[in-house]
């Protein structure tokens, strides 16, 4: 009986180490470390890549400073909670950014030597490659033993009892948050003490956070809250008593006044359409030049195997409701829509035998990435309709309209996992995964959704 007490106290002093007052310190080096091996390793792959051996030295040194100082400017090294991958992902590329602008700058601006662009490359692409992964490692890590209970943060409720029971509903769904709830304190109970007493009863808690759930507190009782709070190292965090539902929210500060914006639908960073468009753009590039040859093939297997032209183009509705055209390798014979707009399906008599493997194996989208480099697409995204499905849609499905302020995408999560629509009902369904896309952008994924849409192509899951 007594070793089993002794372990149960050891347990649960594990659960309460902050292990995470370790972990910014270890991301930072081992990000520092994964620096220099792609370094080392870009180096093996280009080869002359320093002019001498001294410029090597100074170069190496150079890269090392740029990212000690960046890092410690964006605080890229520090993972947050709660644990977003896209906003862990966002700082690295940000960080990135402004690292290659420097070294590139202080190496061209002061000349000290000639660096070889394809070594800079191949660096920075195997750096973000590793780093992704390794960001993905921690994160799955952390989200395990949050769950099993340890790296816990303990928090302190105070206010508005709906608003505490919402909080802490939202807190159980989530375990790999790592909050612990060790007490909540109404406001009936806070109106019998002065404020010097109840800041005194709040604090002797040792809560790591402290939620105010009021719906209007007193200026001065939040201020003190804030002071003591930074004096104790206590976060402070204030929570509304709105329910966002589906609409998203933004805070913002006009002078001491914080404002919650809301919308219907998400707003992306400037950072993060830079980053999409500069993907698309590079993605596509690389997949014409290298497919080159399949391209031709294609083309001609196309062209002889039924009447007509190579190319297929129809109108689509893109981002902001504009039209353009969409572009396809045909698939079906000509005049194949003469009766009017008709979605596929299993058998279709419209398709040629040729167009049959290609519409599975989804290679008749491949002249799309023509339409990403326009820009009127994007590699992922919800797939685009015609105006006579849509109109019909929306009736269906009003959210429809939210996934308009996106570019359509080449391919979408709502056709990896849901396949192709051969009606309106399906087409409705098709949309709510489209919908959870548009809730949560990231790289990550993008990246998934890519990865899938390759298994589909290789296993003919097309239609």
Known sequence: MKK????????????????????????????????????????????????????????????????????????????????????????????????????????????????????????????????????????????????????????????????????????????????????????????????????????????????????????????????????????????????????????????????????SKPQLSLKIVIFKRSFDIIFSLVVMIIGAPVFMLLMIITKLTSKGPVFYRQERIGRNLKPFYIYKFRSMFVNSEALGPQLSRDHDPRITKWGSIIRKSRLDELPQFWNVIKGDMSIVGPRPERQFFIEQLVVKSPNYKKLFSLKPGLTSMGQVNYGYAENLEQMRDRVRYDLVYLKNISLNNDLNIILKTLQVMVQLKGK
């Open 4 to 263: 089993y007490y002794i372990c149960a106290s050891l347990s649960l002093t594990l659960m309460n180490i902050r292990y995470s007052k370790l972990l910014p310190a270890i991301t930072f080096i081992s990000d520092l470390i994964l620096l220099n091996i792609c370094i080392q390793s870009a180096h093996l792959l280009v080869f002359n890549y320093f002019s001498n051996e001294i410029n090597s030295s100074v170069f190496l040194l150079l890269v090392n400073m740029a990212w000690i100082s960046i890092a410690s400017l964006t605080k890229n090294y520090i993972i947050q909670r709660p644990l977003v991958f896209s906003n862990s992902i966002n700082r690295i590329l940000s960080s990135l950014i402004y690292h290659s602008l420097a070294v590139l700058g202080v190496v061209y601006f002061f000349k000290l030597y000639e660096v070889s662009r394809w070594e800079m490359f191949f660096t920075y692409i195997l750096f973000l490659s590793l780093i992704v992964l390794q960001r993905a490692g921690i994160f799955f890590i952390l989200d395990y033993i949050r769950k099993k209970g340890y790296n816990r943060r303990h928090i302190l409720l105070i206010g508005d009892r709906n608003i505490a029971d919402r909080l802490r509903k939202t807190f159980y769904k989530h375990p790999e948050y790592g909050y612990h709830f060790i007490d909540f304190i109404p406001e009936e109970t806070i109106r019998d003490f002065p404020e010097e007493k109840l800041l005194e009863k709040l604090f002797e808690k040792r809560a790591d956070e402290i939620f105010i759930c009021y719906k209007s507190i007193e200026a001065s009782l939040l201020q003190k809250l804030v002071d003591k709070g930074d004096e104790s190292k206590v976060k402070i965090k204030v929570i509304s008593d709105l329910f966002l539902s589906n609409n998203f929210a933004n805070v913002i500060n006009y002078d001491n006044l914080p404002v919650i914006q809301l919308t």
